[in-house]
């Protein structure tokens, strides 16, 4: 992952912002995600975002993240 990525994701992350992800699942469909980031671990490749629509915790690798618009 580029430096430039690792700088998007940490400002989303502090800014808290609103997001809208696109991921691929482990079923190899897309799925479309609304929430928060609330926590980053670079070292691991993975975040956790809480999902506003369903009130849950996703881990999501960052190599299943197809797009992601702030919203």
């Known amino acids: 992952m580029t ?5 998007q994701i940490e400002y989303w992350f502090n800014s808290k912002a ?3 992800m696109k991921i691929l699942n ?4 897309e799925d ?8 980053y671990e670079p070292d691991c ?9 369903f009130k849950r915790v ?3 690798l960052l190599t299943e993240i197809l797009n992601v618009e702030t919203s």
């Open 45 to 53: 490749n993975n975040i956790l975002f809480y999902e506003d629509d």
């Open 32 to 39: 479309s995600l609304h929430g928060r980031i609330i926590s």
């Open 58 to 60: 996703d881990n999501i």
């Open 3 to 7: 430096n430039m990525m690792r700088s």
């Open 26 to 29: 482990a079923k190899g469909k």
């Open 18 to 20: 609103l997001l809208t």
